[in-house]
């Protein structure tokens, strides 16, 4: 996508719809079996994506919901559907967990490919929270190909240390961990994007 | 600023819950008197909630201080997730009739249809519902507020649109339910609602309420948007035209998305 932030979107016909914050009351309605199981674990390219969720004071938020969309991992985005109803097999790209009772998450997924050639491959998260008066967008980049993480349009329009809040770390176990703040010192960058209103 | 930081210290304080009714309603007030006078001296009018709303205790430390970061939408961004009926079974449209008995309350069947910004039916795709009972008891764990559980109603649903985006529930009216805000608080009776787009960048979750609500004045989360206009579009409409003979009340929600950014950037790219 060779597009740069100088084209003009099309304006919008109609007024989006607010948002309000999810809650805390959403347990019987959005969580699903297997919803953090892109892949199975015994999947031969299984990776673990995990990290803590944090209010302004750096504590755990216990009753976040996340939700994550990428490409497998050649690259493709699929349109399949599946994903409220795993079959074990079928990759959907979407995954759905809320946080446990300390804020911690985990994805069992694939490294994503990168959807095309030289561009750095990320997987989108939304985060959804009671306290959160509407979603927030973010990208959670894979610390790998170093040039095209230099390279990427988004990371080099940020400084430093908040280049470094979208870019995941990779354990010794190949697990990819990636924290998340709402606020303070360290607040993960979040994005928004064309013809929101 | 300084009273900004004062509201801040005191929400911090585990007293803060004994605020009264009348000190929310005064930052409210302050806060959209201060909107207002931003979009007459021209700033652009308001859509969307602040995430930064004070009289809603819980935003303070749960929003970023850091200005959203503008980002032109790559490949994944352009596309959303599928559902369809390997998903989402017919019959978890409607909310009264997933145990042995009937629920308790007023039937009402929610029918409307969900566009993007341009107008076009979101077809095919995934919303989901959950709400209180009639009685304003949620199943869940954390509500423990004093008001009976309805073994008859969970309050969960799911549908997938149609071809024009239009989506049916039937299910209960919900009722109004206390929270821990402040003191003496209330929220106005609503169904959580949660939405796809054809983009992934349109996600959104929602709240839909009922027409002439008393306690529309009062709710730090539904006053959150500052816009009154805006804050309408939350509010369904009844309808008889829904409403059906000897069985159920029908209102009617249409729901609008962010734009889609698929189909102008892809022309683009086609004209580059």
């Known amino acids: ?197 | 600023m300084s009273t900004e930081n004062a509201i801040q210290a005191a929400a911090l304080d585990p007293a803060a819950t004994a605020d009264s009714q009348e000190t929310i309603n005064a930052e409210i007030t302050d806060l959209h008197a201060a909107y207002r006078q931003t979009v007459l001296d021209g700033a652009a009018v308001e859509t969307q909630p602040r995430i930064n709303f004070a009289p809603y205790r819980s935003s303070l430390l749960r929003h970023p201080t850091k200005d959203l970061h503008h980002t032109d939408p790559e490949t994944i961004e352009l596309y959303a997730p599928a559902f369809g009926e390997r998903d989402v079974h017919a019959l978890e449209s409607d909310l009264t009739i997933q145990h042995n008995g009937e629920p308790i309350g007023e039937r009402i069947v929610v029918a409307g249809r969900v566009l993007d910004g341009d107008g076009r039916p979101v077809a095919g795709q995934l919303i989901e519902v959950w709400q209180a009972n009639a009685a304003g008891r949620y199943i869940h764990k954390r509500d423990q507020h004093p008001a009976p559980i309805d073994p008859n109603f969970t309050g969960v649903g799911r549908a997938i649109t149609g071809p024009n985006g239009e989506y049916k529930f039937t299910t209960i009216k919900p009722a109004p339910y206390p929270w821990k805000n402040h003191h003496n608080a209330w929220r106005p009776a609503h169904i959580h609602f949660s939405l796809f787009g054809t983009d992934f960048t349109q996600r959104m979750i929602t709240q839909m309420y009922f027409p002439g609500d008393p306690l529309f004045s009062l709710d730090p989360i539904y006053q959150a948007i500052t816009d009154a206009d805006a804050r309408d579009r939350l509010v369904a409409t009844y309808d008889h035209s829904i409403t059906s003979h000897e069985w159920a009340t029908g209102y009617n929600w249409d729901i609008v998305l962010t734009g889609s950014n698929q189909t102008w950037m892809e022309d683009e790219e086609g004209e580059n």
């Open chain 1, 1 to 197: 996508m060779t597009t740069s932030s100088n084209t003009t979107a099309p304006a919008l016909k109609l007024t989006p719809t607010p948002g309000q914050t999810i809650g805390p009351f959403y347990g019987y309605a959005l969580p699903f079996e297997k919803g953090g199981e892109l892949v199975n674990q015994a999947h031969l390219s299984a990776v673990r994506l995990h990290g803590v969720i944090t209010d302004g004071n750096g504590a755990p938020i216990p009753d976040a919901l996340l939700e994550i969309w990428q490409a497998d991992e050649h690259g493709n985005v699929v349109s399949r559907d599946g994903s409220l109803v795993r079959d074990g097999y079928t990759f959907t790209g979407f995954g759905r967990v809320p946080v446990d009772n300390v804020g911690h998450y985990t994805f069992t997924t694939v490294n994503p490919g990168a959807t095309e050639a030289d561009k750095a491959p990320f997987i989108m998260l939304t985060v959804f929270a009671r306290g959160l008066l509407n979603r927030l967008f973010t990208r959670i980049y894979l610390p790998e190909d170093t040039e095209a993480l230099a390279n990427d349009p988004l990371l080099a329009s940020l400084d430093e240390d908040r280049r470094s809040t979208l870019i995941a770390t990779r354990e010794e176990d190949g697990s990819l961990l990636f924290n998340i703040s709402l606020q303070g010192q360290d607040e993960t960058v979040f994005l928004s994007y064309p013809r929101e209103s």
